[in-house]
Nanobody, 115 residues
């Protein structure tokens, strides 16, 4: 019903920037909250940022001031601008969307921050 495809991951040096994008397709009209999660090796999946239909945003404390989530309601995409990247940001980043209270997930995109 809802398909989410992430792109933009890669290898970047500490202090660098990446922009992740997530394209939603299928039955997208009823999607409410969209967000980004990440899972690092040996850690549980955690919320990075989320954005509602009204534009309200939430960020994990570890990324506040460095990451910005945005949503294009015409193109049906959600993006995550990541600045001042740190090695601890290394993880697989997953796009998430809620429809009728059910979460949907993208396949994930790898972000590696290393010198």
């Amino acid at each position: 019903q809802v398909q989410l495809v992430e792109s933009g991951g890669g290898l970047v040096q500490p202090g660098g920037s990446l922009r992740l994008s997530c394209a939603a397709s299928g039955s997208i009209a009823s999607i409410n909250v969209m967000g980004w999660y990440r899972q690092a090796p040996g850690k549980e999946r955690e919320l990075v940022a989320r954005i509602t239909l009204s534009g309200s945003t939430n960020y994990d404390d570890s990324v506040k001031g460095r990451f910005t989530i945005s949503r294009d309601y015409v193109k049906n995409t959600v993006s995550l601008q990541m600045n001042s990247l740190k090695p601890e940001d290394t993880a697989v980043y997953y796009c998430n969307a809620y429809k009728f209270g059910t979460p949907y997930w993208g396949q994930g995109t790898q972000v590696t921050v290393s010198s």
